[in-house]
């Protein structure tokens, strides 16, 4: 088992920046990707960016230029994953969760990102 906690979410301007973190702990040496995707009311969940074990890194199109991924595996507990977000736009606003992919996907609960003035 895997335990997904994300933070970092609130409400911003657009233009404001965030960094969202992720940390991931129990069986942690059985992830091998970690990444954000994030759900807008009426939307499919969709991928935002992801890491993996090498350090290949995809962004979504959107996102490319303003949002960047990077990860801490430091301490030899937990796994944590960041996301640093610039440029907000309003496109922006969802929940954003993080994933711990093993041979299943492990799923935080979610933290909410606004972009409004």
């Known amino acids: 088992q895997v335990q997904v906690v994300e933070s970092g979410g609130g409400l911003v301007q657009p233009g404001g920046s965030l960094r969202l973190s992720c940390v991931a702990s129990?069986?942690?040496?059985?992830?091998?990707?970690m990444g954000w995707y994030r759900q807008a009311p009426g939307n499919q969940r969709e991928l935002v960016a992801d890491?993996?074990?090498?350090?290949?890194?995809?962004?979504?199109d959107a996102v490319k230029g303003r949002f960047t991924i990077s990860r801490d595996n430091t301490d030899v507990n937990k796994k944590t994953v960041y996301l640093q977000m610039d440029d907000l736009r309003p496109e922006d606003t969802a929940v954003y969760y993080c994933?711990?992919?093993?041979?299943?996907?492990?799923w935080g609960q979610g933290t909410q990102v606004t972009v409004s003035s």
């Open positions: 994933n711990a992919a093993t041979e299943d996907d492990y």
């Open positions: 129990g069986k942690i040496f059985q992830i091998y990707t």
């Open positions: 890491i993996n074990l090498r350090d290949n890194i995809r962004y979504a």
